[in-house]
């Protein structure tokens, strides 16, 4: 099962950035972790710091992989754009987070792609990440247009 984890701005920085917020880990660190215990899924890694090169990625691989775990970071809030490319493609989104949105500033309370996903993870640091990976364990997502 082919799944994209998608990570958008400033989450290069995981490890460095607010480790009181976002942990100690960097995702490359992290990313071994995940492979060692789904070893049934292909994970593909991709992270930007631009939001067109999200909106590229979501285009590329949204038709043809199983699903997508996105982080979009502060594009949350902001992206209408994102939004949209999420709405367009019909590979399933898992939308997470490492910290709990709802214990944040009022901004970051509120998901604009939130809507356009089959759910979202918030609040428990890099393990969103294997919570979301085990909601494409578990499921055989089918949305119009998909296919695998």
Do not use: W
């Not at 460095?16 to 292909?42: A, C, K, M, Q, V």
């Not at 754009?81 to 987070?97: R, S």
């Not at 792609?113 to 499921?139: E, P």
Request: net charge neutral; with cysteine; proline share 4%.
């Amino acid at each position: 099962m082919k799944i994209l984890l998608l990570n958008g701005p400033n989450l290069n920085l995981l490890g460095r950035r607010e480790p009181g917020i976002y942990g100690t880990r960097s995702f490359e660190e992290y990313l071994p972790e995940l492979r060692e215990g789904f070893p049934n899924f292909e994970l593909e890694y991709f992270q930007s710091n631009h939001e067109g090169e999200l909106i590229d990625k979501l285009h590329e691989v949204g038709f043809s992989y199983h699903g997508i775990v996105l982080n979009a970071g502060g594009y949350t809030h902001t992206s209408v754009a994102l939004a949209d490319a999420v709405a367009a493609i019909g590979a399933p989104v898992v939308e997470v987070h490492l910290s709990n949105l709802h214990a944040r500033e009022d901004f970051r309370q509120k998901s604009l792609l939130g809507r356009n996903c089959v759910g979202s993870i918030s609040g428990f640091k890099l393990d969103s990440y294997k919570l979301a990976l085990h909601y494409f364990d578990g499921q055989r997502p089918k949305r119009v247009g998909f296919k695998v």
